[in-house]
């Protein structure tokens, strides 16, 4: 029970939470509700005290009146019993509604008797007020709030004067049920008018605010259509007023915006138009070429040594020049939207170990190792062969390329709904948001490092072309001097939506170290 109680509790709690992390009206609202509660507490406080203060003073004032009309009266009773005369005078005084209570007592009394009035219980006098009285002189008063008892009555607050007039002690006890019922009205109606303050404070703040944050939110829709590629999103603008400036200034933006996009896509088609009709223009004379320079390699050994050489360069020339303009045919099959995905039911490690077949030669060269970690059951999905084939041998010859003669870690695992691969090296690693451009067309972390293996410049470009292709990712991730590592993450079955990876993007020994770590500083 209190574990469901706390769950409530938690979810009411982030609902809230967050409902005033995203709202600046409830933030505005909340605020000024906060802030008006506490100058309403505040300011009831302050005026209970003054009313309080008030009300006492003027009753002890009276009850002062009254007690030197009593010490007047003792005076000038003559006689004996001068203490039960003047007291059956002042209670006739007190009249029928019994306006006060009085208690005489005669200090000369061993007995230390008194005379009350009614079935006053003379306990009511507090022994630190009779104390404070029989210290002072004649003529001064002593005053403090107590308790009046009564016979068969509950006790009830009063004011209790007294004052002494030779050996006599006279007091005044003055109910107070009249001043506490006008306290506890005024304390009612300050917290009415405290509380409906507040909320009507609240409520204009909520107006006020309604006012400023309806045109900011159309904004932001308007600015989330836009960046969703509703070019002709704009602002309904009214007024002349600083938020009808902003909507002018939203529509300017957005219109310059709609021009700018206009020309770079107008551009970009130019731009792969030109590379299209060049690749594919390149073609032909590039097989004439290659034909002729395939029968100088031939031949090679016919000629002088110069000759000879030249014909070696001229063939692995001819070879790279042939990989780039495949790589650009494709890059723009992709541009085009024509690239298609021959699926077929395939085992990733079969694809594995065919594309570390061809790399193997190229790792060993550079002094690196290629370790392979597959599964003991095939991993079975919906793929084109030829594109995650060169998905593989891209990823493959990067890590040879830069993993500075280190190991290449080959991982493949798979989950219900997904196949995924990744290629580790520990060579130079990526910086601090190369993980994102590395993907780029003719990127290099390094623009002064030359390659050697003889790479286009597209091989990762395309390679995630080809894993978009298929509905998957193709992720990158690096750290400088730890090495990099990429994933590969496929779905099963052609055409499902790839929800997870089974394999992490971040190395396994990488998240233990950084774990490690954070639980030595936290212990420190």
């Known amino acids: 029970m209190k574990t469901t109680l706390r769950r409530i509790v938690d979810g009411l709690w982030r ?8 709202s600046i009206q409830v933030r505005v609202v909340t605020s000024t509700l906060l802030i008006s509660t506490i100058v309403a507490v505040v300011l009831g406080v302050f005026l209970m005290q003054q009313i309080t203060t008030a009300l006492l003073d003027g009753k002890a004032e009276a009850a002062s009146q009254q007690l030197n009309e009593g010490l007047g ?4 009773t003559p006689g004996d019993s001068v203490a039960e005369k003047v007291a059956k005078e002042l209670a006739a005084r007190s009249g029928p509604s019994g306006l006060y209570e009085v208690y005489l ?37 002593v005053w403090t709030i107590g308790e009046l008892s009564r016979q068969y009555h509950d006790p009830e607050p009063a004011l209790i004067i007294g004052g002494k007039d030779g050996p006599y002690e006279l007091y005044y006890l003055f109910p107070l049920d009249q001043e506490q019922k006008t306290i506890s009205i005024v304390q009612r109606t300050l917290v009415g008018v405290g509380v409906a303050l507040a909320l009507l404070l609240a409520a204009i703040a909520s107006v006020v605010t309604r006012q400023i944050v309806i045109p900011v939110r159309l904004a932001a829709q308007s600015a ?68 002729a320079a395939d029968m100088l390699y031939e031949h090679r050994e016919d000629f002088q040594a110069g000759v000879s050489r030249s014909t070696e360069l001229l063939q692995s020339q001819m070879e790279r020049f042939e990989s780039l303009l495949s790589d650009l045919l494709e890059i723009s099959r992709h541009d085009a939207g024509a690239a298609t995905l021959d699926a077929e039911s395939l085992d990733l490690r079969e694809l594995v170990l065919n594309a570390v077949g061809d790399v193997e030669d190229v790792a060993e060269r ?54 995924a691969l990744a290629v580790r090296d520990h060579g130079t690693g990526l910086r601090p948001g190369d993980a994102q451009q590395v993907f780029d067309r003719f990127w290099r972390a390094d623009p002064s490092r030359a390659r050697t293996i003889g790479g286009t410049g597209l091989g990762l470009s395309i390679s995630r072309e080809d894993a978009q ?26 055409g499902t939506e790839l929800r997870g990876s089974p394999l992490p993007l971040v190395p396994a020994e990488v ?6 770590i954070t639980d030595l500083e936290a212990a420190e």
């Open 105 to 141: 007592r005669d200090t000369r009394e061993k007995t230390n008797g008194g005379v009350p009035t009614n079935d006053l219980d003379p306990a009511s006098i507090p022994r630190r007020l009779a104390t404070a009285l029989s210290e002072a002189p004649d003529g001064d008063k």
């Open 73 to 76: 009266i003792l005076k000038r």
């Open 366 to 419: 550079r002094g690196s190792k290629v370790v392979l970690k597959l599964p003991g059951e095939a991993c079975m999905a919906e793929v084109d062969r030829r594109r995650v084939a060169r998905i593989l041998r891209n990823l493959l010859f990067n890590a040879v390329e830069h993993g500075e003669g280190g190991d290449i870690v080959v991982t493949v695992a798979a989950d219900r709904d997904a196949v």
């Open 469 to 494: 292709l298929h509905g998957g990712w193709l992720q990158a991730w690096g750290e400088p001097g730890v090495g990099s590592q990429f994933r590969l993450s496929l779905p099963r079955t052609a």
């Open 224 to 291: 989330e259509r836009l960046a969703a590629g509703r070019l002709e999103e704009r602002m309904k603008v009214r007024g002349e007023d600083d938020l009808a400036k902003l909507g002018r200034s939203f529509n300017d933006m957005a219109e310059t915006l709609q021009e700018k996009i206009y020309e770079l896509e107008t551009l970009s088609q130019v731009q792969r138009q030109f590379v299209s009709d060049v690749s594919h223009e390149l073609r032909t004379p590039l097989t004439t070429m290659k034909i």
């Open 511 to 516: 998240e233990l170290n950084r774990t490690i």
């Open 15 to 22: 609902r809230s939470y967050v409902r005033w992390r995203r």
